[in-house]
């Protein structure tokens, strides 16, 4: 595998990049003749599209000739041009991404056109992985949202596009439906662009809160990636921590949890201290107990038995100040931690 060379960019020089093309303005001719007002006072190193408006920086995704010229290659129109450091961006990561183990998958493909960038940039024909394409292609399930292009026959049309690219593999049709028969066994790189705004949009009533089956599919559909490239939180380094979960719930789901992972005896120990207290032991007694919350675990990964609440007393070996009483009410010290409510 040959990988791009760093080629130093030329000291000194500020490049411009200049491509008028944004989006959701209601009148884009007046908004672009500000723009170039606005640009017009400003010293050098402007950067205006994709609604990105900056000044004094430098466009160093130009100074890369390999992703320049890859980039360059694979331009279809205004919309390609506009989004050149999304590009770069994908570019960079696929750069360290390619040397991991694993495939790569883009969900949103549209016309590929990011996909075969960032090929192009690591060897173009030669690209050495498994490169995964899914979308509908054909047509865009959101109402009114259709590209252009999108029309029976615009899959064979992207096909042609990939001839002589045998690593790459384009799936048609709805995710996660088309996992099946058609997923990498393990992912080094995931670009996730799907363009269907209605699943992002908080609910209108309800005071904006997400209802519990919204909840319930959103964490179906991750099960259905987290199977698919075998995902291991705990193997990855997760741990239940302070600031990372403790903090976010009450007291009465810390006794829970640690009675959960560790044995109610585990829990009783520590049902006397103020939130801030219990956080902390809850913390070393889970910190190797391979413990997930619930909504982490991935059915059909995480059925493992949990850690066996009967281990050695001394693996729960508690400080002498936990089996005391209490000098101070329950929740004297609770407002040292913020509670989420449950």
């Given amino acids: ?21 944004s989006w959701m303005v209601s009148d884009p001719e007046r908004f672009n003749a500000l723009i170039k007002e606005a640009a017009s006072l400003c010293e050098g190193g402007i950067h205006f599209a994709d609604n990105l408006f900056t000044w004094a920086r430098n466009n160093s995704l130009f100074d890369d000739v390999a992703f320049r010229e890859a980039w360059e290659r694979n331009v279809v129109n205004d919309a390609d041009r506009a989004v050149a450091w999304r590009r770069y961006f994908l570019a960079t990561m696929a750069y360290h991404a390619v040397q991991l183990p694993g495939d790569f998958v883009e969900c949103g493909v549209y016309a590929g056109t990011g996909v075969k960038t960032v090929m192009d940039y690591l060897g173009g024909t030669a690209f050495p992985k498994p490169f995964w ?37 384009l799936v048609k049709g709805f995710i996660p439906e088309s996992f099946a028969g058609a997923c990498p066994e393990a992912i080094a790189y995931l ?78 120990m520590i049902d006397h201290l103020k939130k801030a207290d ?48 209490a000098a101070e009410p329950d929740n ?10 449950e």
Avoid at 144 to 159: I, M, N, S
Avoid at 236 to 263: H, M, N, Q
Avoid at 332 to 341: F, I
């Fill in 332 to 341: 004297a010290n609770d407002a040292e931690l913020p509670v989420a409510a």
């Fill in 1 to 21: 595998m040959t990988l791009p060379k760093y080629v130093a960019p030329k000291p000194r020089a500020l490049m411009n990049f200049f491509w008028p093309t």
């Fill in 191 to 268: 670009h996730i662009d799907l363009n269907n705004a209605q699943a992002e949009i908080v609910p209108k009533y309800d005071n904006g809160r997400i209802s519990a089956h919204g909840v319930a599919c959103r964490i179906s559909h991750s099960d259905v990636l987290a199977r698919a490239v075998g995902l291991d939180i705990v193997a990855a380094g997760w741990r239940p921590t302070v600031e990372g979960y403790f903090r976010s719930v009450t007291k009465p789901r810390i006794l829970a949890d640690v009675a959960e992972a560790r044995g109610p005896q585990f829990a009783e």
């Fill in 133 to 169: 394409a899914y979308d509908t292609y054909d047509y865009n399930p959101v109402e009114g949202h259709a590209f252009d292009g999108q029309r029976p026959g615009f899959f064979e049309e992207v096909t042609k596009r990939f001839e002589g690219y045998a690593n790459v593999r």
């Fill in 278 to 325: 219990m956080a902390r032991e809850a913390e070393r007694l889970l910190d190797d107990a391979a413990w997930l919350p619930e909504p982490m675990r991935t059915p059909g990964l995480d059925d493992a038995e949990l850690v066996d609440a009967e281990g050695d007393a001394a693996d729960g070996e508690l400080p002498a100040f936990l089996t005391e009483d």
